[in-house]
């Protein structure tokens, strides 16, 4: 898919947790960030490609996706990239047919983190309601 046509501003800071965001221009190839998307909390920029990789669990299994960053896609869901991660736990490589080969509970390490939005426990978050019902 091109870029977005025309003007795109985006947004400095997360519209559900209020953490600042990284522009499209502060990604360096290869590298891993923490953010979020639907179905992830991990990815790798693709700069070649102008995209992320990340694994995605559905229905048992687990396996690669491509998603976009917020500056080159208007109506799908896209990877909002909060921070640079070190040392992740896990490889993505680029590769769609990969196959996992780490913890799948690694995957999900930093969801608490990229979806929290509570405000010093006045308002429960998604994640925090789900961990009280467990």
């Not at 179905?39 to 693709?46: D, F, G, I, K």
């Not at 669990?57 to 909060?82: M, S």
Request: hydrophobic share 35%.
């Amino acid at each position: 898919m091109a870029e977005a046509e025309g003007p795109f501003e985006l947004p400095e800071f997360d519209e559900l947790t209020h953490r600042p965001l990284l522009p499209k221009v502060a990604l360096h190839h290869g590298v891993y960030y923490t953010g979020r998307c639907r179905n992830a909390c991990v990815a790798r920029w693709n700069a070649r490609q102008r995209c992320f990789y990340h694994w995605r669990e559905k229905f048992g299994r687990i396996y690669i996706e491509k998603i976009k960053h917020p500056a080159d896609e208007l109506k799908f869901d896209v990877f909002r990239a909060l921070e640079e991660l070190p040392n992740p736990r896990f490889e993505i490589p680029f590769n769609k047919r990969a196959e996992f080969r780490g913890v799948a509970e690694a995957l999900l390490e930093f969801n608490e983190r990229v979806w929290c939005s509570c405000e010093r426990g006045k308002k429960p978050c998604i994640i925090h309601l789900l961990i009280k019902r467990t």
